[in-house]
């Protein structure tokens, strides 16, 4: 990102739709069904399906042998760990970090998922928000939905990320073709458009670093 732009992640603030305790809560609800009561059992389970690392549970969860709730709730999960940090807010100084950060969030994914993050005026991240998941040619990604949730955050500046699957980074007519929407969109309602990134097997591309809108 060009300028001296701070993106700094306000945990408290963070728009979440489950507590931390309540999506916990129902991982272990989930467990329970499969007969994982202790922790014993947990580490049975994972070596019987030879899961050693997130990446290879992420796998699981998004593959055909797991059961579709236990996998959004692993996939919940994992989003939490990321942002969790005892220790201090993550803060972002460069293109670089935000790619990076944005790369890893959406590592492992096997769809196309388009998320927003929001910014308040003093560029701190006050919301991230998955608003579709599917090949974006064919979903209903629409600049009016994307504002209408900076209008309910309130916020002043917004950038965008979804992810290749494929993990080649070039933009597609349809990639171009919505850049092009969102920045039209945030000229005329006065909410800044920071950038559109690209991710896709721990890679990044940023749209506004390469002057590609």
């Known amino acids: 990102m060009k300028g001296a732009i701070f993106?700094?992640?306000?945990?408290?603030?963070h728009y979440l739709v489950n507590t931390d305790q309540e999506v916990l809560l129902h991982l272990f609800k989930k467990l329970e069904e499969y007969g994982v009561i202790t922790l014993s059992n947990l580490i049975q389970k994972m070596q019987k399906l030879d899961i050693t690392s997130f990446n290879e549970l992420l796998t699981y969860a998004s593959g055909p042998d797991c059961?579709?709730?236990?996998?959004?709730?692993?996939?919940?999960?994992?989003e939490?760990?990321?942002l969790a940090n005892v220790n201090r807010d993550a803060i972002f100084t460069s293109s670089k970090e935000v790619g990076?950060?944005?790369?890893?969030?959406?590592?492992?994914?096997?769809?196309?998922?388009?998320?927003a993050l929001y910014l308040d005026n003093s560029n701190r991240i006050i919301a991230e928000k998955k608003l579709f998941q599917g090949t974006l040619d064919r979903s209903v990604a629409h600049p009016r939905e994307i504002f209408r949730w900076a209008v309910i955050y309130g916020c002043s500046g917004i950038f965008v990320v979804h992810n290749h699957?494929?993990?080649?980074l070039l933009p597609s007519n349809s990639d171009f073709k919505l850049t092009r929407?969102?920045?039209?969109?945030?000229?005329?309602?006065?909410?800044?458009?920071?950038d559109h990134f690209i991710v896709g097997?721990?890679?990044?591309?940023?749209?506004?670093e390469n002057e590609l809108f």
């Open 100 to 115: 990076t950060y944005l790369a890893d969030k959406l590592a492992g994914r096997k769809q196309e998922e388009f998320w």
């Open 165 to 168: 699957p494929s993990g080649k």
């Open 7 to 13: 993106l700094k992640i306000a945990k408290d603030n």
């Open 67 to 78: 059961d579709s709730e236990l996998a959004i709730v692993i996939e919940e999960v994992i």
């Open 80 to 82: 939490r760990l990321r």
């Open 181 to 194: 929407e969102l920045k039209q969109a945030s000229d005329l309602m006065k909410i800044d458009f920071l």
């Open 201 to 208: 097997k721990g890679h990044y591309l940023s749209m506004k």
